[in-house]
């Protein structure tokens, strides 16, 4: 299947396209002066590789540090990073490149904003949108991001811990904690970019274009999936299409996404994403096995071929080998809902709007769990069942005014037990489960030990990926036990 580096005639038009812009830019007053005194045909020869790479040819692997080290030293700014991305947008739009390929292009390129601006003297500026016009469009100022990061190092944030069962030294049992605000997932080793309002696309020939701007938090899960030096959720959604078009040209494939259209498997891909949970690398190196419902499972040889063109296309774009099986395991695990939703009668989304502790608490009941509504916006969940899915209990906090469904287990420990302890206990559970948001509570008479998980539920909630990501997020926070060497955990659910 032709990539967007074939579709656009290959190396003579990436060299074309890399030399236009290079031309207009080393004139454009704002940034001309960073090309001054470059060896040109040296930058050329590694814009045609990296703009080659983003269009789907396999190239040498970009390394973030790499890009970073490169650039910072040239201390560009916000502004500057618009400009040029205005500028490469004015030479893709000049070339004929599509609207629709210019944005999957230019969301490559923002991907890696942070490797390319220097903020290191001065405050970061709000980035701005990379618009197909020579103005770029202002945004709306954006409300403060529901989701709250926990970091030790930003005076904006805070460590949240859900609050004890009894202040009175009731029996916890008996009694849930109550959080003050939705746990989060730990930020990633990367660096993200601070929340905006979403991005406006325009071109004079078209009204604008509103792209969905994810919240930070699940951005921050999305750069752990999809990593930037990949180039992001943007390529994901080029892979995505080539694997439809691959598939769907082998007549004994093509049933595979039968009543599936591309525009769903790519929503669902950028909707979903955080309900696929990151798992130990050993994980991966196992099988994958169907999770479509039974009614519309394909043939074995028919799934294998559809992971091995995945896995071709991965390999192909430059990929690191180490990454396929998790990106191919990733993808599959949101594609074989999309094929369920798009073929099932019954309704397998639970609706933002009828998102709620009552619902969640059904939903939970519908899969054999038991659960106990503890307040308007909490539910308890357990299972009866030995040697069943869910090892132990979690609680679901709902917090409908920022869409945001909260997974959190905790376990008592030992009075004795110290924070030093506690700590080699958190910090092995991070390097097990690093996508979880592992902590300790030593402000009461029995120190906690607590993880939580944080699923956006703005475009809904897909019933069976939140089951089977309840499972391994039970399954997960219980395996972390077997870290604990001193045995300071009482084991004992909360």
């Known amino acids: 299947m032709p990539t967007l580096y074939d579709k656009y005639g290959g190396m003579p038009t990436m060299k074309t396209l890399v030399r236009e812009f290079y031309k207009d830019a ?39 540090h790499e890009l970073a080290k490169a650039h910072h030293p040239l201390d560009i700014s916000d502004s500057d990073f618009d400009e040029i991305g205005r500028l490469l947008v004015k030479t893709l739009s000049k070339a004929g490149v599509a609207l629709e390929d210019i944005k999957l292009i230019m969301g490559v390129v923002l991907e890696i904003r942070d490797e390319i601006v220097n903020r290191s003297k001065s405050p970061p500026a709000a980035p701005k949108p990379i618009g197909t016009t020579p103005t770029i469009v202002k945004q709306s100022t954006s409300s403060a991001n529901p989701a709250v990061i926990n970091s030790k190092s930003s005076d904006t944030s805070k460590k949240i811990t859900p609050q004890r069962a009894a202040d009175t030294g009731a029996n916890r049992n008996s009694s849930a904690p109550k959080p003050s605000a939705a746990p989060s997932t730990p930020a990633p080793a990367v660096t993200t970019e601070p929340a905006v309002a979403p991005a406006t696309i325009t071109t004079a020939a078209t009204e604008p274009v509103k792209t969905a701007e994810l919240p930070l938090e699940v951005k921050q899960q999305h750069k752990k999936i999809f990593k930037s030096v990949f180039g992001g959720l943007p390529k994901i959604k080029m892979v995505v299409r080539d694997l439809y078009s691959q598939v769907n040209e082998q007549a004994e494939l093509r049933h595979y996404f039968l009543n599936v259209t591309p525009e769903k498997i790519i929503a669902d891909q950028e909707h979903f994403a955080s309900y696929v949970l990151r798992k130990p690398d050993h994980f991966y190196l196992g099988g994958l096995l169907q999770s ?32 396929i099986p998790r990106l191919t395991t990733h993808i599959m695990e949101v594609i074989e809902e999309t094929r369920t939703q798009s073929n099932d009668n019954k309704i397998g989304i639970l609706k933002p709007v009828d998102v709620s502790a009552e619902s969640i608490s059904k939903l939970y009941l519908r899969n054999k769990l038991d659960t106990v509504v503890k307040r308007s916006d909490l539910v308890y969940a357990s299972s009866s069942l030995k040697g069943g899915g869910y090892p132990f209990p979690f609680f679901t906090q709902v917090d409908n005014e920022n869409q945001v469904l909260t997974l959190f287990a905790q376990a008592a420990a030992k009075e004795s037990a110290t924070s030093e302890e506690m700590g080699y206990l958190v910090n092995e559970a991070r390097q097990y489960a690093p996508i979880l948001n592992f902590d300790t509570d030593m402000d009461d008479m029995n120190p906690l030990f607590v993880a939580s998980y944080s699923l956006p539920f703005e475009f809904g909630v897909p019933n069976r990926l939140l089951i089977k990501i309840t499972k391994q997020f039970s399954k997960m926070f219980f395996e972390t036990f077997s870290y604990d060497t001193e045995e300071i955990l009482l084991k004992v659910a909360l």
């Open 26 to 64: 080393r004139i454009n007053p704002k940034v001309g002066h960073f090309f001054s005194k470059l060896d040109m045909e040296k930058l050329i020869d590694h814009q045609v590789q990296f703009l080659s790479f983003v269009l789907g040819k396999p190239v040498r692997d970009y390394k973030i």
């Open 292 to 323: 479509a419902d039974l009614s519309i499972q394909v043939g074995a040889d028919v799934f294998n071929d559809v992971i091995d063109i995945l896995k071709k296309i991965l390999k192909n774009t430059g990929l690191p080998e180490h990454d």
